[in-house]
């Protein structure tokens, strides 16, 4: 590994001193580790991209109902659809920095309104029917958000495809990894034929979430992660491997759910170090 200008380090470890990069810590500890590789001049717009991110994920969970969840995700498509006309930012923490970054045309309002879009499906129980809509999902929200992050990081079009690609594995991990966590709401989000396949419906998981069979079928989807990332194509421009970092992360996850490990808890030393020691690289 090639050694690194010491400020270069400094300045990527170094967190950025505002209320955006408070929340962000607070909400999204694995992105924000990752946001802390990106240039200094762009970091601001994928810690506000996370920010938002956050927002739209816990739309349904922050609403009594799916209708209360689809106002929640329409407040925030008129929140970018302002921004975008170059109206006043909403009086919001997280609003005011996606306006500046929108403003300052480091992120897409096409990619917002994207990700906004795609979590919809979120707001009816049992709505992930098959498998083909949760790679959809995944695609457009996890993998949504490494590919607007990429494209603040300047890549390409077909850069962008492969960020997707590799968020979407992090959103595979996470899914899995919430698993009892969503169980203890009330939720499955996993797809409903790949439940019955298993011999599993949503109602059970729910009610067993540590049961032999969801073990078997947690196992089962961790390893087919790891095979989709083993297939990847993962060399990046270092300016952008913030938006990759991510799927390091996944591997991990993955390695942990495949051998059957599904206990979740919070991030280790050796998460943050594999994070790092990638990032320092260039390389996932």
């Known amino acids: 590994m ?35 590789f990106a240039p200094a001049e762009r970091r601001a717009a994928v810690l506000a991209l996370t920010a938002f991110n956050h927002e739209l994920a816990r739309a349904r969970e922050a609403a009594s109902n799916p209708i ?20 006043p930012p909403r009086r919001h923490e997280v609003a005011a920095p996606l306006h500046a970054a929108i403003a300052a045309g480091t992120l897409d309002p096409a990619d917002l309104m994207t990700l906004v879009d795609a979590r919809e499906i979120e707001a009816e129980e049992g709505a992930i029917a098959t498998e083909p809509d949760f790679v959809t999902w995944l695609r457009g929200t996890a993998g949504g958000w490494s590919a607007a992050a990429g494209r603040a990081l300047g890549t390409s079009a077909e850069a962008r495809e492969v960020l997707r690609a590799l968020g979407a594995a992090y959103g595979l991990a996470g899914v899995l990894r919430a698993v009892p966590a969503q169980a203890a709401r009330g939720r ?24 032999p069979e969801v073990v078997a079928l947690l196992r089962a989807l961790a390893a087919e992660g790891l095979e989709a990332l083993a297939g990847a194509r993962r060399d990046m421009p270092r300016t952008a491997i913030a938006a990759a970092l991510p799927a390091v992360l996944a591997r991990r996850d993955f390695v942990r759910l495949a051998n059957g490990r599904t206990e979740v808890g919070p991030r280790g030393l050796g998460d943050r170090l594999a994070v790092t020691v990638a990032g320092l690289r260039g390389r996932v």
């Open 188 to 211: 499955c989000l996993l797809p409903r034929d790949r439940l019955a396949a298993a011999g599993l419906s949503a109602d059970a998981v729910i009610a067993a979430p540590g049961a």
């Open 68 to 87: 209360a969840a689809l106002i929640r995700l329409q407040w925030w498509r008129e929140a970018v659809e302002e921004a975008q006309t170059g109206k």
């Open 2 to 36: 090639h050694a690194l200008p010491v400020p270069v380090i400094c300045d990527v470890m170094t967190p950025p001193p505002t209320d955006l990069a408070g929340f962000v810590r607070a909400h999204d500890p694995d992105r924000f580790l990752c946001a802390l």
